[in-house]
């Protein structure tokens, strides 16, 4: 098993089975990462990999519409088209009711 740590949602951890979908992972667990349509279309999973990194599988096409590569760089991902194979932790900037980004 791997554990997923949840780091805007307070810290929560998760474990699941290697070469789970990261997002799959946080809809079982209430993890929090925030997603609209759960297929690369939108955007909204939107996360950072804080530590883990190498424990995730190779970006897609997908996440190339949505990720600079700057991004890339800086370990952003999305969750629905991310897999684990490992511990990670990540984090993401939370989201009010419309969809946009709550400010800190």
Excluded at 75 to 84: K, N, P, S
Excluded at 91 to 100: A, E, F, L
Aim: charged share 25%; with cysteine.
């Amino acid at each position: 098993m791997i554990t997923v740590t949840f780091i805007t949602n307070e810290g929560k951890t998760a474990t699941a089975e290697p070469n789970s979908n990261l997002l799959r992972i946080s809809l079982r667990e209430k993890g929090g990462i925030p997603f609209k349509c759960g297929g690369g279309i939108c955007g909204t999973c939107r996360c950072r990999i804080e530590a883990g990194i190498e424990h995730t599988d190779t970006v897609k096409p997908k996440e190339k519409k949505h990720l600079t590569e700057a991004d890339l760089a800086a370990g952003y991902r999305m969750a629905c088209q991310t897999f684990v194979s490992g511990d990670i932790a990540v984090s993401w900037i939370p989201r009010g009711p419309n969809g946009k980004p709550i400010s800190e």
